[in-house]
């Protein structure tokens, strides 16, 4: 017929195009995806957890604030005073401490300007537990490098829709 291309030229461009598509979808998780970033302390989340410490003990805005944050180096050297100065790193947060300089964690979790966000509402008001969002810290031996589980628009839609929870824009969106 005239004006219409052979059907193997199709079925080629039709190959090419989704080889195409697939490979720049890859490409972009791979260049997007979020890169491991070095914390100034080798912190073990699993060992603080076995001492029956909960996420509370060291984030304690997590229920009552919309950021958890962290704690400050005079709570950190508060509770490692204990150990002495044996350990590398119990020497360097005394330092700290006593410079009065905070230690500098890298933060890993990063929403855009535009999305509003409570540790609060998630934690005392939907009952969520905190691995739900930020995986399970009991076995984490090394520091966090990464998000653990991804941020995402569809990822906190599913989860609003099973909690029953407002999936109106302007419960998240400012």
Known sequence: MKGHLPVR?????????????????????????????????????????KKDWTCLACHPGADAQSVAGVPSVQECAECHKSEGVDKPATRKVAALAASDKEIPWVKIHRLPDYIYFSHRRHVTLAKLDCKECHGDMKSRTTPVDRQVLPISMKRCVECHKMKHASTDCLACHK
């Open 9 to 49: 030229t199709t079925a080629k461009y039709l190959i090419i195009g989704a080889v195409l598509t697939v490979g720049i979808q890859q490409l972009s998780a791979h260049v997007f995806a979020p890169r491991p970033v070095r914390q100034p302390f080798e912190f073990n989340h699993a060992k603080h957890i």
